[in-house]
Each structure stands twice: as structure tokens, then as C-alpha cells.
């Protein structure tokens, strides 16, 4: 699923090419993909694109009229940008949004088509597909620390609920534990004052480490190739092989069809985290898949 670091590196290419750009026309062909009737996907054909921005894991393109189209890429959603508008025409996907500039098309891989188009009017609008999680960058130590403990659950499961922490998902929050050196089962509201801020520390220099790194990558070409698994990861997608920092081999945990990568050395004292006591906190306090959580609204 795409994240923080890859919605912002979206965002920043869609800015070069459809900042200032009308769309001219719309194109959706999956009836699942639209979740909204009022305003109608009409309403934002000949508007010019006046503002992008994130909202968690969404991107959202503000238009004239204070009309917004909200797009979640869900775990396998894509986006792909043409210059030639006779090549777009030749691909397939769930939809394709044609603007003066060029035209961007979204394709999910997969038989399970879970990625949404919203069209919402004003901030109000907006709000209303705002989980509600902290915006981290934004964010005192101390307003961090109110947020991941206001509920008890485990690291994994505090970092990846959007309704506690805005962006992250399962493969930053693989990295960002093993930055800070925890367990991704260590309970919240028994961290201590140094390992909330250590985890403070790593959510904001792994973020934007990645962010840096993703920039590099992919400069002036559009990020086409999005992905959850890159061979640079410390721990995220590694099962088995050597860890960066200590050449122990990377351990993993899967419950349903959610997976953690972890160092055993380096983060759980050496423990291979496999027991009883384990499987009932994961029944407990994990979904069984990605897809649970990022449906949950805030409360």
C-alpha cells in the first residue's frame, strides 16, 4: 500500500504536470471504484486543478469550486502518467482522468478492486474522509505521546491505525521499529518516556529518509514503479536475510494476510516471538488484513 513517503513523492510529480491544468474529462470504467453520487464526477470536468494534497493515504486534487477528488491506492492501486494522450487511450484501468497537460490513468492489480474515488465539496467535505490520525511532522514529542497511548496496543498496530498516526503503514512502520530498536508487540501505554521518544525520533528520520531516497529515484520521471518491497529496507519484505545491523537473520510474523518483519536481536532481546500468549494478542488486537484498518473512521 502506498504510503506517506510514496503519496508525497505522487503529489509532488502530479504538481510538474497537472498544477494550473484543466481537467477536460473523466473516464471511470469500474462501477466499485466511485463511492460518491453528490457532487457528481461531472462536476470537476473543465475545472482547473488548483491545489494537491494528502489526507493519510489519500491524494486529493483540489479544483475551482472548492471540488475535491479523493483517491485511496488501497494496497495494490497504481497510478500512470501520459504525455500521449493516443498511448492512454490504449491502456486499461479503473479509470483515467485526461487533463491539458497529459493524462493519468489508475490500474489495481489483483481480482479484489478495493481502491475509491471520493468527489466531496470544501473542507467540510474533505473532513469527512479524514480518519482523524496525527499528522507526526506536525506534532509536538508530547502531542505524540498523548496519541499513542490514549488506547493499548501493540507498536505494529498503533503505527499502521490511521485513526492514532496519519500515513504509516506495514512496511514503514517494519522500518521505523527497527530504527527505534523496538518490539513490534511491546503494549503502547507500558513504553517508557525514552522509548516514546525514541519512537518519536524514528517516525520522523525514517519518514524522511525514505522520502529523500524516493526523490532520488525517481527525479523527473513519474514514480510508475510504487512499491512496498525495496532492497534497501532494513527489515520490511528481508525474512531470512541478514539484518543491517547486527547479521542476525530477519524473523517475521504473519496473522491473517498481515505480515511484520523484525530483528530478533536487535529488537525483541533475542525472542523469537511465536507463542500462545503472542497469537492471542494478534487475535486480539490485529486485523486479519490491511484493508480492516484502513476502513476505520474516527470515532
Known amino acids: ?60 486534487f483540489g479544483f475551482e469550486s472548492d471540488l475535491w477528488l479523493v483517491l485511496h491506492l488501497m494496497i495494490a492501486g497504481r497510478l500512470h502518467w501520459y504525455d500521449d494522450r493516443a498511448k492512454a487511450a490504449k491502456a486499461r484501468g479503473l479509470a483515467a482522468f485526461e487533463f491539458s497537460t497529459g493524462t493519468l490513468t489508475l490500474t489495481e492489480a489483483g481480482t479484489q478492486k478495493r ?34 497511548q490514549k488506547t493499548n496496543h501493540t507498536l505494529k498496530r498503533a503505527l499502521t491505525d490511521p485513526r492514532i498516526l496519519s500515513g504509516i503503514g506495514n512496511a514503514y512502520s517494519d522500518e521505523i521499529l527497527f530504527a527505534a530498536q523496538l518490539s513490534p508487540f511491546t503494549l503502547t501505554q507500558k513504553l517508557t518516556p525514552d522509548e516514546i521518544s525514541r519512537l518519536f525520533d524514528s517516525v520522523k528520520t525514517t519518514l524522511t529518509d525514505w522520502v529523500d531516497r524516493l526523490r532520488a529515484d525517481y527525479r523527473e520521471k513519474f514514480p510508475e514503479k510504487v512499491t512496498a518491497f525495496r532492497p534497501d529496507m532494513a527489515t520490511h519484505g528481508r525474512y531470512k536475510q541478514p539484518c543491517p545491523r547486527c547479521g542476525a537473520k530477519i524473523q517475521r510474523i504473519r496473522y491473517g494476510s498481515n505480515e511484520t518483519n523484525y530483528c530478533p536481536t536487535c529488537q525483541t532481546g533475542g525472542r523469537l516471538l511465536a507463542d500462545r500468549a503472542l497469537s492471542r494478542l494478534l487475535k486480539d488486537d490485529w486485523p486479519r488484513t490491511p484493508e480492516e484498518l484502513e476502513t476505520l473512521t474516527r470515532s
Do not use: W
Not at 21 to 46: D, H, K, Y
Open 1 to 60: 500500500m502506498p504510503e506517506l513517503p510514496d503519496i508525497v513523492v505522487y503529489i509532488e510529480a502530479l504538481e510538474k504536470r497537472i498544477q494550473g491544468a484543466i481537467l477536460e474529462r473523466v473516464r471511470v470504467a469500474s462501477p466499485f471504484l466511485l463511492r460518491t453520487a453528490v457532487p457528481p464526477l461531472s462536476s470537476v470536468e473543465g475545472k482547473k486543478v488548483v491545489e494537491l494534497r494528502r489526507l493519510g493515504k489519500r491524494i486529493c
Open 115 to 148: 481502491a475509491s474515488l471520493h468527489v466531496v465539496q470544501g473542507e467540510a467535505g474533505l473532513q469527512t474522509l479524514n480518519p482523524g490520525g496525527l499528522e507526526v511532522f506536525d506534532a509536538t514529542a508530547a502531542e505524540f505521546a498523548a496519541a499513542l
